[in-house]
């Protein structure tokens, strides 16, 4: 008997001390889940949600005092996330914050405006929203330049800048508490970046990144992903798609030194076998390649 309690003694010992050294456990496996081109909401826990509709992706924060939402995608999306908010709470939406200045992500807030959100978001928004108005889009009441911490009820999310990337207006939101980013477009994990890479600067997206890998977080939630992806990842997707980025320019670079300057053989001819798993690879790939060309051939 005494010797049975020994053994139990040690082996909950190594237990704890397994937990204590672990790279830190998922919130949730489960996968975003619905149909792909309906909408879906997972429980990541203690009022922090993921909402998905189609690829796009966003996260609110149901507080005591009120909800924060984030990136309300369309009037359709944003109908269809008040409707899944009001079966969880029936307090009211008070912020509605901006990722970016991209329609396809901030459209549809104003069924949130018409309830009394305020809307944040970076300076910028508020200028490119100035040059490419939509009426559907609320434009922001408050901004700022480097950084913001929006507080609500007991809850904080922080905002934070990083320079041009994508655009020259993109936030990366993180939850200090529960160390976990919502990354907008910057990260998406296992997927080759989009398309042709519309307003994205490669050198500078490649910096941004390597800063929001200094950061303290040990999750991420990406703006885009289908119904089969997971709602949560691990932190080590943001050098991930550092890493990819890298081994694009790489390559296309390499192409271009050993003479291959059309853009249309680089298409044909730069591969990267190491990512074959990735969605849209064959698809994608030679778009992400011409984009690395233009770079190269421009110097933009
Ligand atoms: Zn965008």
Redesign the pocket.
Known sequence: MVHLFRMLVVTIGLSLLTVATAAPTFPTHELMGGKPFGHSVKSIGDGLYVFRWWVYRNIFLVTDEGVIVTDPMNPKAAKLLRSEIRKITDKPVKYVVYS?N?HD?ISGGNIFKEEGAKFVGHKNVLKELGDHPSPVTPLPDITFEDSYTLKLGSRTLELTYFGPN??ESLVVMRLPKEKILFIV?IVTPRRVAFRAMP?FWPDEWIRSLKEIEQMDFDYVISGHGPENEPAIDLASVVAEQRVYLEDLMIAVKKAMDSGTHSPDALRKTVKLPKYENWRYYKEWLPMNIERIWAYYHMGW
């Open positions: 970016h991209h992500h994508h655009g477009d307003d």
